[in-house]
């Protein structure tokens, strides 16, 4: 799945990436990243034949990601092209009137709105619609992650960089999950695993927007891992295998794999992981 490691319209060549993402040059010296966003009602394959009626940004789930460093100045032009009130309202700092939240903030099918805030502080982090009711519009779709990499960053530079949002779905809206996934599709990586290898550092910026149920967690078999919780210090909090989280919490996993094969890596609430939140690394030398 391209999600997992794309941000800032990466994945699509240039012509067509300028329409959703540009860099410039402020006066200031420092970086601007405008985006174009839009909300958008789209029926998603959440599973193989598994079709779910989603509210979207740009019409995908999750939302393609934001990355910017410490300091730029972030521009969102976002549209509703959707049938309710939606909005972005971003984990991070920004002034009040862009928070998206307040019912005078609700961008209307038809509307326009401009967000604009620096980028700060660094971590992992997220966005979500904040119209009400908030449940719904979060469980139908509407989040992403939102990465703010340090000015001067003095961790071990990465080999390979991963996003994972865990998430979930209630298909015959009861207000329980049906499937649970890291990055929307069930199964996906045990089919499809990840690979990776042998002493090189994957880092992953892990995201829970899981709406229903009030926990969830990450855990890797065969390895231990370094965790920044919410990814705003240099120095690790953990080293361990499994890290749990409540809705909206998230961090970043720093992982160097000791032994080749297939390492699984699940939820930690067996009821998820059979229900679709369950992958793969495929681990070589």
């Given at each position: 799945?391209e999600?997992?490691?794309?941000?800032?319209?990466n994945?699509?060549?240039?012509d067509?990436?300028?329409?959703?993402?540009?860099?410039s040059?402020?006066?200031?010296?420092?970086?601007?990243?405008?985006y174009?966003?839009?909300a958008?009602?789209?029926?998603?394959?959440?599973?193989?034949g598994v079709f779910?009626?989603?509210?979207t940004?740009?019409g995908?789930v999750p939302?393609?990601?934001?990355?910017?460093?410490?300091?730029?100045?972030?521009?969102?032009?976002?549209?509703?092209l959707g049938?309710?009130?939606?909005?972005?309202?971003?984990h991070?700092f920004?002034?009040?009137?862009?928070?998206?939240a307040?019912?005078?903030?609700?961008?209307?099918?038809?509307?326009?709105?401009?967000y604009e805030?620096?980028a700060?502080p660094?971590?992992?982090?997220l966005?979500?619609?904040?119209?009400?009711?908030?449940?719904?519009?979060?469980?139908?779709?509407l989040?992403?992650?939102?990465?703010?990499?340090?000015?001067?960053?003095?961790?071990?530079?990465p080999?390979?960089?991963?996003?994972?949002?865990?998430n979930?779905f209630?298909?015959?809206?009861?207000?329980?999950?049906?499937?649970y996934a890291?990055?929307?599709?069930?199964?996906?990586?045990?089919?499809n695993?990840?690979?990776v290898?042998?002493g090189?550092l994957?880092r992953?910026?892990?995201?829970?927007?899981?709406?229903?149920d009030?926990?969830?967690s990450f855990?890797?078999?065969?390895?231990?891992?370094?965790?920044y919780q919410?990814?705003?210090?240099?120095?690790?909090?953990f080293y361990?295998?499994?890290t749990?989280m409540g809705?909206?919490?998230?961090?970043?996993?720093d992982?160097?794999f000791k032994?080749?094969?297939?390492?699984m890596?699940?939820?930690?609430?067996?009821e998820?992981?059979e229900?679709?939140?369950?992958g793969?690394?495929?681990?070589h030398?």
């Open positions: 799945m999600f997992l490691t794309t941000w800032n319209f994945n699509l060549p240039p067509e990436r300028q329409k959703f993402y540009k860099e040059t402020l006066p200031d010296g420092r970086t601007l990243r405008e174009w966003f839009h958008l009602d789209k029926e998603i394959e959440i599973a193989p779910f009626p989603a509210w940004y740009n995908q939302a393609p990601t934001i990355r910017a460093t410490e300091g730029d100045l972030i521009r969102i032009h976002f549209q509703n049938t309710k009130p939606h909005t972005m309202h971003f991070g920004h002034p009040i009137e862009m928070d998206g307040l019912p005078h903030q609700f961008v209307y099918p038809g509307e326009t709105f401009v805030f620096d700060e660094f971590g992992v982090h966005f979500h619609c904040h119209s009400v009711p908030i449940s719904q519009h979060i469980s139908k779709g989040y992403g992650a939102y990465i703010v990499d340090p000015k001067h960053d003095t961790r071990p530079k080999d390979k960089e991963l996003i994972m949002v865990m979930g209630d298909t015959n809206f009861d207000e329980a999950n049906e499937f890291v990055n929307t599709a069930a199964f996906y990586y045990a089919k695993p990840i690979k290898k042998v090189e994957i992953i910026y892990l995201i829970n927007i899981l709406e229903f009030q926990i969830n855990h890797l078999h065969a390895q231990f891992f370094y965790e919410t990814g705003t210090s240099l120095k690790p909090d361990t295998d499994i749990v809705q909206g919490e998230r961090s970043i996993l992982i160097r032994f080749s094969g297939k390492i890596f699940h939820a930690h609430k067996t998820f992981a229900q679709g939140w369950m793969f690394f495929e681990v030398e």
